[in-house]
């Protein structure tokens, strides 16, 4: 517009309308609309009414004021204080639970170390009183010096099948022609227990381990018994029926060997066991046994027996094998009651 030119001059342009201010209130909004006004902060509780805008429309801060979604911190804050008991309760029942872990714990220690002590003890105790048993008779090794006093073939059909060592019977004119020792070990296992192995013997089986049984013990009549099968090998006296020129051995596969071995009666025979002293300490190096003892094999009658074979293991003899006899074989040695001269006593057999 040129200066000096007057508003009335342009007939173009219409008059602005007149704003007018008043205490009228906007129109209510819907509910659901957005410019619906955010309701009054939790300070203005009491009473008082949310402000009036100034004009119909609403501003950035206030637009941004009504999307806010409203806040109860009531029930916040008390899940918060729910979550902090549950925690502190939580944390009591982990210390009551790690009080009670460590307590097991100790108990279970205690008592692990009060029964290892306990057995450790036992074990010692134990290992120390076998050790002291070994060292007293009648553990140890000994010679068991007897006389052949009866012999019996009647297992087989063939006598000279059977036969026992030294192959002479006990006579008072020619005892030594009857002895037979046995060399053997016994091992004590506890303060009363024992066993008995045998050393190698040609005219014997041999065993190993074999449990001692103790009889009427702190008496005069206490004694040691055992019993074992064995295989007794016999080389027969010249040539079997139907050999030939061949060597055979002989086995009687059903043989027991038994023994009692008396710990305080002592022994007779053989000649000068007597001036022998009662033992005391165990013996390392077979010392003569003092005491009575009396020592059996016995082969029962029964199909194949004897079982009889040639070097290359071939049997030999089956017709005397298939003959059994009906009776049973043995060799009986003793070291005390020795008679001789025929008499019973020399010929007695022994049932333990």
Known sequence: MAPGSSRMSLPSIAPMPVIVEDETAPPHLPARSKRRSAPALAGSIGGGHA????????????????????????????????????????GWYRLVVTVLVVVALAVGLSVGLTIGLRKKHK?????????TANSLFPAGSYAFTTALVNTSTACTSEASTFRCYPYATYTPLSPNASAATFHWVITAVSSYAYTISSSANPFAPSFSNVSLTLLDGNQATERLVFSVPAAKAVVPAGSLPGAGDRAATCWFNSTVLSATLWTRARASYPPGVAAVPDPVNASATFQPWPYAAEIRQVAAAGPGVPDCRDGDGAEVGDSFAEAAGAGDCGCWYANHGLVGNGTVAAGRRWDG
């Not at 941004?64 to 008991?85: A, C, H, K």
């Not at 074990?123 to 050790?131: F, I, L």
């Open 51 to 90: 402000r009036h805008p100034s004009s119909g429309t609403l501003s950035t801060t206030e637009k941004s004021v009504s999307n806010v979604p409203d806040r109860d911190p009531g029930p916040q804050r008390e899940g918060f204080r729910d979550q902090e008991w549950v925690a502190r309760r939580g």
């Open 123 to 131: 074990s010692q105790s134990q290992s120390a009183s076998t050790v």
